[in-house]
């Protein structure tokens, strides 16, 4: 690989997956508390039976919260998943046409391999340049568009971190 771009898109996936399915798990215990404490009001009055309701009608919403909000990096981190698949098969192609050219990828730059290679030529090496500028012109989008990809699953995965620390602030009152 170039170099040009890190990741791993079914390591990616699966975070993402995991974070949805606890999400979804968080959601079913919120539906089952709720129920409960809706219970429990029937049969309970007083002072303290309000509190203790308002406490867990806290629990429950903040709960919700924290579910949609796992569930919404869970699906950031899946499309990043598959962004990023795309984007490593694009740069295996890139890396394919460089090497049918004769030249390489390396560290973000297609180059002319190192050593003589062939007769001089101007047709041919002016040729040969030409292909690998084309085909850096190729690598420098799909970096730029992977750059542009991460930086909005970094803001995604950022804001995320915002609610959830709101959500324990929240609940540290």
Known sequence: MTGAVHGDPASCSQT????RRLASRITAATGR???AGAALDEVWSGRVARE???R??????TARGVAAELDRAGS???EHATDLAETLQELRAIEESAAAAGLRVVDG???LPWGVRGVADECAAAARESRRADLQAQLDRVVML???RRARLCGSVEAA???LAEHATGLQR
Do not use: N
Not at 16 to 19: I, Q
Not at 56 to 61: K, N
């Open 16 to 19: 993402g997956g995991a974070l």
């Open 161 to 163: 971190r915002a609610v």
């Open 146 to 148: 992977h750059a542009r």
């Open 33 to 35: 508390a709720e129920h």
């Open 52 to 54: 203790i309701g308002q």
């Open 56 to 61: 867990q009608r806290l629990l429950v919403d």
């Open 109 to 111: 730059r297609v180059e």
């Open 76 to 78: 950031a981190l899946q």
